[in-house]
């Protein structure tokens, strides 16, 4: 697990921003925007793996999370691509209908939650806008030799971006258009060689399909991620419990109405984070002791039982006390 991102100082969201600006904004497919962020400087940006993303703040106020997509090659460019969500908060329509070409933007990151493990082969599986954590992996392990397929859905082939970036790997690549071929099936899932890994992004129905039909396969042959928050159920306890700051002694009690990340923030101690809502991993943070409620959309089953981290902004705690490393 990553180490504690408790600071010291300063206490807001814009810790390690970049400024870059939009040098190409283009349409990709139907609702679906391409962005490419370069460095004002034409200074090289950080480098990246498969599955990672940036924390792009909006002119707006609001920050939000994209797959980076593009060339992980390229160190002076960063692309991403955006979907109008119909039930927007203000985040996919101001890049849609706000942001231009020219216009400066602040980035966190990247960072990676949704890394591509070694294995013998892979199944991709995506919806929609769930391509664009997987592209740069198909390419990752084109590059290592590694045998692999893609099953792409989406609601109709006018919506589904890059298909013509797709089209070079030929028969590895299934595009099933709901409109055309109905649901994905996800038989695949369960019928792929030992050793191959899946990996699945995509509206949260695919996702819970997935989970289920893959229920009985061992713990790691399936990986996820959510662009948003799945639903969770009521927290385990309904009362105060305590958090100890393990290298600074000292304790906060969080009350059933507030998040962990608030209590902290409230008795002075910061905590990097931008989601808040258990999807990013910003916030991730070591635990020393005690047992956590985890409520993220990021942990698998088997991360959660062994309850070393947890994400203080929606995770709770099921014991009286959680020990935590800041």
């Known amino acids: 697990m990553s180490l504690s991102r408790l600071a010291s100082a300063p206490p807001n969201d814009a810790v390690g921003k970049v400024r870059l600006q939009v040098t190409r904004k283009r349409l990709l497919a139907e609702g679906v925007c391409g962005l490419e962020l370069t460095s004002p400087e034409c200074a090289r940006l950080p480098d990246w793996t498969p599955g990672s993303h940036i924390d792009l703040s909006l002119g707006n106020g609001l920050t939000r999370q994209y797959s980076l997509c593009g060339d992980r090659w390229d160190p002076y460019t960063y692309q991403v691509a955006v979907l109008r969500e119909f039930e927007s908060r203000g985040g996919s329509a101001y890049i849609h209908d706000e942001l231009t070409e020219g216009d400066l933007v602040d980035i966190a990151g990247p960072r990676n939650n949704f890394p591509l493990a070694p294995a013998d082969g892979y199944l991709f599986v995506a919806g929609g806008i769930g391509i664009t954590p ?116 000292v304790t906060v009690t969080v009350p059933p109405g507030a998040s962990v990340l608030d209590a902290l923030a ?55 006390r959680l020990v935590i490393d800041a």
């Not at 740069?136 to 109709?156: F, N, S, V």
């Not at 809502?277 to 020393?288: M, S």
């Open 134 to 249: 997987l592209l740069p992996m198909l390419e990752q392990a084109d590059l290592l030799g590694t045998p692999w397929r893609l099953l792409y859905g989406g609601r109709r082939r006018s919506s589904m971006a890059f298909l013509d970036r797709l089209a070079a790997w030929g028969d590895r690549v299934e595009v099933c258009p709901q409109d055309e071929s109905g649901l994905l099936d996800l038989a695949a899932v369960t019928a792929q060689p030992p050793g191959t890994k899946v990996y699945c992004c995509g509206p949260g129905p695919l996702l819970d399909a997935a989970r289920s039909t893959a229920a009985g396969l061992p713990a790691g042959h399936l990986r996820t991620e959510r662009f948003v928050a799945g639903v969770v159920p009521p927290p385990v306890r309904s009362t105060a419990f305590d958090v100890e700051l393990a290298r600074s002694g």
């Open 266 to 320: 409230g008795a002075g101690v910061p905590v990097l984070a931008s989601c808040r809502q258990g999807v990013c991993g910003t916030c991730e943070t070591d635990v020393l002791a005690g047992v956590p409620d985890h409520r993220d959309s990021l942990l698998d089953e088997e991360e959660r039982r062994r309850g070393d981290c947890f994400y203080p902004c929606v995770s709770r705690a099921a014991s009286d």
